[in-house]
């Protein structure tokens, strides 16, 4: 075990026992399924006009008529009896940006809330292993489970579904109570890789950009079951005869879960049974029917000053399940958040899928910070695993966020990882106090919550008090009530490997030089030759050639280390082989 300071290690239990994501400042209410979370309020305020590049101007009115929204999208579902708004909710953002953002479903699309509710119930170990320990569970049926779009967030973007209705069909649902837990992955139609989190009452306009560009807003509020509130009114700007809701009760906790698919800033304050302090209403999707129309159960106007509505509108961002074929994680837990403010993170991943593959994009999740400037560094063939930068510095990529939430990062070139090799990926932030997030325990039996994570050793990373610490210990510090830092990594098959290096060997050649040299490799182009300062430092490129020896210089009364590796080309990529064993060579004095 690596020796902490006991001022790191109070402070870290001092977040755990004071920031979890589900909140314990207030009562929580669940009649509807829905878990209210105190990380839906707080949620951080971005500047004006930030939001993402290539959106366009708000307008005053969006797919405010019924027939604008279901021309173009799926009509509404209804959840029954059972407490599953969330996953309603969530798996109508999938649908509507599958449509609206990715443009490769259209109406008829039809995933499944059976699925999404199971398994953000029992969550399943991905197929490297990542997740192991990280447990989900519940004393009551999944149907009865109450949860938010924050639980189903980190489900999906472990890519546990979205999968078809057809394959789990709701209808089902009284005759399910277990599901394989290869049908968490096995199934997928799309990926979730970013998340969204916007505050609604102060970055309204960037809420409006992102449903114009992914369909729809998930927002929690409290709705009540009984028609206190509701009140039909005529909207004649459109000539379609509408339902309104207002909750004036600023006490009220959130209950329920929806989606937004529309507005317009000049609905009418009078058409609500309690009349708001000013114009202007959201058109929500509710899942209470499957009878789409004007109704408090499908769609209906809520009022902009609505006092009940959280602070989080949550955008889902998806891709295709074909996007990439491997995703690297350690973070299974479903609560997650900022412990500690410490600016370096870093994940270590071995290689498991194909005998290569090509990294190609990295994951940030930082759910309490937005507009954080990040540098994201990929370390590959690590020579040791417990220190992430004990390797070759393949690629960099430096940007700034927009939102809270997480972010799927593109490397500006693939970096190719043999199998069997470790790489890295290292996160560095420019703004005070910010930090990526990790997971923690976290149990609320009044909700049915027991959420359980799992930090092994050599995954996750904090650099601190000028080394790296692993978040083993420090989760054993803590009282194992923490996991792994949230970075994720994905790559594809290259459909091809090179090999490794080998038989790598020192002859001196004069008082301060030597020659190294190795056996050939089949199908090599060039071989690349490093070197480090040290036996587990960061080997630095220093030449290439095609001949199987080089000579060096020893550092003047220096040792110096030097490994090897051979790559051949894919196209217009370069696919590598793995690192020859270390060679050092003295220097003189």
Not at 39 to 44: F, I, S, Y
Not at 107 to 118: G, W
Not at 214 to 223: C, N, V
Not at 459 to 466: T, V
Request: aromatic share 12%; hydrophobic share 35%; glycine share 8%.
């Amino acid at each position: 075990m690596i020796k902490r300071g006991k001022r790191f290690a109070a402070l870290l239990l001092a977040a755990v026992l004071t920031a979890a994501s589900f909140g314990n400042s207030r009562d929580t209410v669940y009649a509807g399924g829905y878990a209210a979370a105190s990380g839906n309020e707080n949620v951080p305020v971005v500047g004006s006009g930030n939001g993402l590049k290539g959106q366009s101007a708000v307008p005053a009115a969006y797919m405010n008529r019924l027939s604008d929204v279901t021309a173009k999208f799926p009509g509404t579902r209804d959840q029954g009896l059972n407490n599953t708004c969330w996953a309603f909710s969530a798996i109508g953002l999938a649908e509507f940006d599958l449509i609206q953002d990715d443009k490769i479903a259209d109406s008829h699309i039809d995933l499944s809330e059976l699925q999404l509710a199971y398994f953000t119930c029992h969550n399943a170990e991905d197929a490297f292993g990542g997740t192991k320990g990280d447990v989900m569970s519940s004393t009551s049926s999944y149907l009865l489970t109450s949860g938010n779009l924050d639980m189903c967030s980190r489900t999906l973007l472990q890519w546990e579904g979205p999968a078809e209705e057809h394959v789990f069909p709701y209808t089902s649902a009284p005759l399910i109570s277990t599901i394989d837990k290869k049908h968490a992955f096995d199934k997928n139609v799309a990926h979730l890789q970013n998340v969204y989190i916007i505050n609604i009452h102060k970055n309204a306009y960037q809420v409006k950009q992102e449903i114009m560009k992914h369909g729809s807003a998930g927002i929690g509020f409290y709705l009540n079951e009984l028609p206190d509130y509701d009140n039909s009114a005529k909207y004649k700007s459109t000539g379609e005869q509408v339902y309104t809701y207002y909750c004036p009760d600023s006490s009220a906790v959130a209950n329920h879960a929806v989606n937004i698919v529309g507005w317009d800033d000049n609905f009418p304050a009078s058409a609500f049974r309690f009349k708001p302090k000013g114009n202007g209403a959201w058109l929500v999707r509710n899942s209470w029917s499957d009878e789409t129309k004007h109704d408090i159960n499908s769609y209906f106007w809520l009022s902009y000053y609505d006092k009940s509505i959280e602070d989080a509108a949550w955008i889902f961002d998806f891709e295709p399940a074909d996007n990439y074929d491997f995703n690297y994680q350690y973070d299974g837990g479903v609560n997650v958040g900022k412990y500690v403010q410490v600016p370096v993170a870093a994940n270590v991943f071995k290689v498991k899928g194909a005998s290569n593959e090509l990294l190609r994009a990295v994951s940030i999740s930082m759910s309490k910070d937005q507009q954080v400037p990040y540098t994201i560094s990929v370390y590959t063939n690590l020579s040791s695993p417990s220190n992430p930068k004990s390797g070759v510095l393949s690629a960099e990529v430096s940007g700034k966020t927009v939102y809270a939430g997480t972010h799927t990062i593109k490397l500006p070139q693939a970096v190719s990882v043999p199998k069997g090799t470790y790489y890295s990926v290292v996160v560095s932030l420019g703004k005070k106090n910010a930090a990526v997030d990790i997971e923690a325990n976290y149990t609320d039996w009044s909700n049915e919550i027991n959420a359980q994570v799992f930090c092994g050793r050599n995954q996750s990373f904090l650099y601190a008090n000028g080394k790296w610490q692993d978040m083993a210990d420090i989760s054993e510090e803590n009282g194992g009530k923490l996991g792994n830092v949230c970075l994720k990594a994905f790559t594809d098959k290259t459909g091809t490997a090179m090999g490794q290096v080998k038989n790598i060997k020192v002859s001196q050649t004069a008082k301060n030089t030597a020659k190294l040299s190795w056996n050939k490799t089949d199908g090599a182009k060039e071989y690349e030759i490093y070197q480090a300062a040290s036996k587990n430092g960061t080997y630095k490129k220093i030449a290439s050639t095609k001949a199987n020896s080089y000579k060096v210089n020893g550092t003047s009364g220096k040792t110096c280390y030097y490994r090897v590796r051979a790559y051949k080309m894919k196209g217009k990529t370069k696919v590598y082989g793995a690192f020859s064993s270390r060679a050092a060579v003295s220097g003189t004095k």
